[in-house]
């Protein structure tokens, strides 16, 4: 059965928290490796708002564009599309604020493993030229949610990411017959606490060290992120070693991208805070 009884007309409120709480809901059962099918949810919706299946699947598309903004988790099999109404921005913002867990999400609690530590690694990604402007509703919704801020904060995930590459660096030694240097890595964060301005210290299979720096997200590679002070220093004072290697889809199908110094040439580093004190 069709339902395009509303064909070219602007979504309500009601209807877009509707497609949103779906959309979170499959989100959540993918993250968990949950089975479902889309098009039981897209029927569900269907029949609860009146909407055609095409207009409920780009929908669907909609919603992953912002997710993709905010640095957030997204499905799959719905690839994002940028021609949203406004109206989408409040709709997701109701959902986040109503179900703030949403927003912070957690990395899995199982430690991620790979059968080949090299497929893991991709390249950088491209800069936009020019960089896409924002809508002003998404640049609100975008720091409201700050998906940089987020991240920093967020212990689990940093940690998971720090495991993962742990366990990559020692699988690759192994790969590599050292696995003398592989028991020699160490959790230099963990191990010592933040402030080294490195997570791990590595080897490469001569033997030289590699003082890693580890960025994870559960979004995509170009969300932003933070680099303290020390880190940016260390990666000056230590550019021969130092490597920093931004974990991406974390929650999802994990990836790396490294990053070598000197970081202006690859970054653009915008300054966010300042040290104050009575003068």
Known sequence: MAYDSKAGSDWTDDELDVIVADYFSMLGQELARHPYVKSHHNAAVAGAIGRSRGSIEFKYQNISAVLHELGLPWIFGYKPAVNFQNALFDAIDRHLTGNRDEAYRQAPTRVLHVAEPQSVFVPMPQAEDPPSKRSAGLERLVRKFDPVERDFRNRELGKGGEQFVLDIERQRLIDQDR???ARKIRWVSMEDGDGAGY???SFEPT???????????????KTPFFLTRTEVEVAEERKDAWQLYRVHRFAQTPQIFTVNPPLAAALRLDPESWRA???
């Open 179 to 181: 696995s003398d240097l």
């Open 277 to 279: 004190a009575i003068r």
């Open 199 to 201: 997570d791990i210290l």
């Open 207 to 221: 033997g030289t060290e590699m003082l890693i720096e580890v960025k994870t997200a559960n979004g995509a590679a």
